[in-house]
């Protein structure tokens, strides 16, 4: 046997115990998986329903029971649209008809006050006016006008003016001149009222005064 025959059933040798080896390995794997694998549903069943529902909380996940009826996202979404379309509330009742009017009742006469056996209706007295009193006359005022010497009619009328006891002093110069008084004219002290009369005054300037 030469040297090339030898190398080709070492290397052929080898190429075999390596893949043996690889199915050894995958074998063993597979075994130990399968050993570790547990039935989902007998975990679940030896589980109480506290422990359930803190599995189904830790996982974001809501536990419902085998009664619960369950929805796709499509029918919730159809189911509350059908909800929303549906009325609402009862059906409104018609009013009641109101009660006919057209022949009210005629109104009770009305009870008469008693009156007692000494009054009778025709025997009452007027009450009786009283008499307005007359107004009073305002008493006019006095005032002491003096007449000095030497005062001329236009003097005496301005004067009797501004002392309020005529109101026109030029209307008194002209009744002084129809009755030609510039010269009769008396000097002296004259208790005059205010508002009194031309023909008044012009006979009281005229005159000696008394005191």
């Not at 059933?9 to 399968?34: C, K, P, R, Y």
Request: no cysteine.
């Amino acid at each position: 046997m030469d040297k090339r025959s030898l190398w080709i059933g070492i290397g052929t040798g080898m190429i075999i115990g390596a893949v043996l080896l690889q199915l050894a390995t995958v074998g063993q794997n597979a075994l130990s998986d399968s050993s570790l694998e547990t039935d989902p549903a007998a975990t679940a069943a030896n589980l109480t329903k506290e422990e359930l529902e803190l599995a189904a909380k830790s996982m974001d996940l809501k536990l419902v029971s085998t009664e619960d009826e369950l929805y796709t996202e499509a029918e919730w979404v159809q189911k509350k649209k059908q909800e929303s379309s549906e009325m609402q509330g009862e059906t409104v009742a018609a009013p009641e008809k109101a009660e006919d009017t057209s022949d009210p009742e005629a109104p009770t006469e009305p009870q008469q006050p008693a009156s007692s056996g000494n009054e009778s209706p025709n025997n009452v007295s007027e009450p009786t006016a009283a008499e307005p009193s007359s107004p009073k006359t305002p008493q006019k005022a006095t005032v002491t006008f003096r007449v000095r010497s030497g005062n001329s009619l236009a003097i005496v009328a301005g004067n009797l003016e501004k002392a309020g006891i005529v109101d026109d002093a030029q209307a008194f110069i002209k009744a002084g001149k129809a009755e030609r008084i510039n010269t009769k004219i008396q000097v002296g002290t004259y208790a005059l009222e205010k508002g009194e009369s031309f023909e008044s005054i012009i006979a009281k300037i005229t005159q000696e005064p008394s005191s």
